[in-house]
């Protein structure tokens, strides 16, 4: 039986598979079986959550580490909760998370959302080599089975390579570089989505937009001056 009213449910859509990678990176679902929590340094992030859940209930900022700051957001959503049950994403997740179920075609949704939570870009020169720039993306979790699975969605769905998973301190990284790379920014930003974090947005375009042998797709090229988070 429902623990919600039939008129407050929740299917896969864009949207809601953006929200879901968001809450398999930087959200949490509570033991109590009700309430769900966001923390995010990135108010976008927050405004993302908000809006796609119809909340508006005022975030508080907490003090973190290293004199940092982020922003907790939490909510009451029944319907939400089990949603996210039903999906694989349990409560005390981080380490257990393996399967999503989402469906694939919005799985770049998902993986988006994934990334401006637990993603990563970076790049650089070699200064041995003339004309050498390397940039990689990057997934993190702590949970090796998530990251086998990611790795395999990405090589299935989006003709990635298997990547590489490497072990850190407290998590695993699932790393592609370059080529791997403008093949994943074409396929979570096209088309343009509604919902995406800017400044890693940003940050990987510039990179591809520097790199003379990857092409952008003309759809992802539009987010260039459009802010939908605004």
């Given at each position: 039986m429902r623990r919600y009213a039939n008129d407050r449910t929740y299917t896969w859509n864009n949207d809601t598979a953006y929200l879901?990678?968001?809450?398999?990176?930087?959200?949490?679902?509570?033991?109590?079986?009700?309430?769900?929590?966001?923390?995010?340094?990135?108010?976008?992030?927050?405004a993302a959550t908000q809006r796609i859940t119809s909340k508006s209930a005022k975030p508080t900022i907490k003090a973190g580490q290293f004199g940092t700051t982020a922003y907790h957001?939490?909510?009451?959503?029944?319907?939400?909760?089990?949603?996210?049950?039903?999906?694989?994403?349990?409560?005390?997740?981080?380490?257990?998370?393996?399967v999503v179920s989402v469906?694939?075609?919005?799985?770049?949704?998902?993986?988006?959302?994934?990334?401006?939570?637990?993603?990563?870009?970076?790049g650089y020169r070699d200064i041995r080599w003339k004309n050498s720039f390397m940039y990689y993306v990057g997934f993190v979790s702590a949970s090796q089975e998530f990251l086998y699975w990611l790795q395999a969605q990405n090589r299935r769905l989006m003709q990635a390579t298997s990547g590489k998973i490497s072990p850190r301190i407290r998590a695993s990284i699932l790393l592609y570089a370059k080529a791997d790379s403008y093949k994943l920014f074409n396929a979570m930003y096209t088309p343009p989505p509604l919902?995406?974090?800017?400044?890693?947005?940003?940050?990987?375009?510039?990179?591809?937009?520097?790199?003379?042998?990857?092409?952008?797709?003309?759809?992802?090229?539009?987010?260039?001056?459009?802010?939908?988070?605004?």
């Open positions: 879901a990678g968001l809450f398999t990176s930087d959200g949490c679902l509570s033991k109590d079986g009700r309430h769900l929590f966001m923390v995010s340094k990135d108010e976008e992030i927050i957001f939490q909510f009451s959503d029944v319907a939400l909760y089990d949603f996210f049950l039903e999906a694989g994403i349990t409560p005390a997740k981080s380490k257990t998370i393996g469906p694939d075609l919005y799985y770049a949704d998902f993986l988006r959302g994934y990334f401006d939570g637990d993603g990563t870009t970076y919902f995406r974090l800017t400044r890693k947005y940003t940050k990987l375009r510039d990179f591809i937009i520097d790199d003379p042998h990857a092409k952008i797709t003309p759809d992802a090229r539009v987010l260039e001056s459009v802010d939908r988070l605004a």
